[in-house]
């Protein structure tokens, strides 16, 4: 498949850890954010959402924080699984005028070890 | 994914060449997008649509240009292409701003 990054920052979680993957975003004006799960060769796929009026929003195994102060948002996945082994994107969205336009982070491989 | 669909999948072209990627969706969303994917970038806006025949530039959109005449194909033009176009093209649509988006499975372009 496609490689997305050759060079993007690695974590690597044993089977059945708890995984949490950072990122910081750029612009204090954004108001929605998002999680975004790469496989290889395929295209992102959504996994959770949070608005900038919340901290903190749970999903099925996965958890987002938001803290606004240092503009730093989080993914927190429980019990992590080999299917889990993917690249993930923070994205921030940023309104402008005739519609919204989401800026992606660079990504962070998960690497999920048996 | 379920609704939305990029062809080719795959391409091959020669420097200086026109080049249309195509987009195209059954879920009568509003807002269209095109990203191009590259190591150590991420996925980077080209062009987006807030409409039919509404478009408007991102963040890489020199050497590109679309079109959107109809809700359900907006189509990414390569109008000659470069080796610095070479990239993995990934179409994104979207209902509202209040959605996240939903992407195609990518084009890979290569030019030689």
């Known amino acids: 498949g496609e490689s997305v990054g050759l060079h993007l920052p690695t974590l690597s979680v044993q089977e059945g850890d708890n995984s949490i993957i950072n990122c910081a975003y750029s612009n204090s004006a954004s108001d929605y954010f998002i999680w975004y799960k790469q496989e290889s060769g395929k295209g992102p796929q959504f996994i959770i959402d949070?608005?900038?009026?919340?901290d903190k929003r749970q999903g099925q195994r996965v958890t987002v924080l938001l803290n606004k102060t240092v503009k730093h948002l989080s993914l927190q996945i429980a019990a992590t699984q080999p299917g889990d082994s993917a690249v993930y994107f923070c994205a921030e969205n940023i309104s402008s005028g005739t519609a919204s336009k989401l800026t992606f982070g660079t990504g962070t491989r998960l690497q999920v070890t048996l | 994914d379920a609704g939305i669909t990029q062809s080719p999948r795959h391409k091959v072209t020669e420097t200086g060449t026109p080049v249309t990627l195509r987009c195209h969706q059954t879920?009568?969303?509003?807002?269209m997008y095109w990203y191009r994917q590259d190591p150590g970038h991420g996925l980077r806006l080209i062009h987006y649509s807030y409409g039919v025949k509404d478009t408007d530039k991102g963040e890489v959109s020199d050497g590109y240009s679309v079109s959107r005449s109809k809700t359900e194909d907006f189509l990414l033009t390569l109008e000659s292409a470069t080796s610095s176009q070479t990239s993995v093209y990934f179409c994104a649509i979207s209902e509202s701003w209040e959605n996240g988006y939903t992407f195609g499975s990518g084009t890979r372009l290569t030019v030689v």
């Open positions: 949070i608005r900038s009026n919340m």
């Open positions: 879920e009568n969303h509003r807002y």
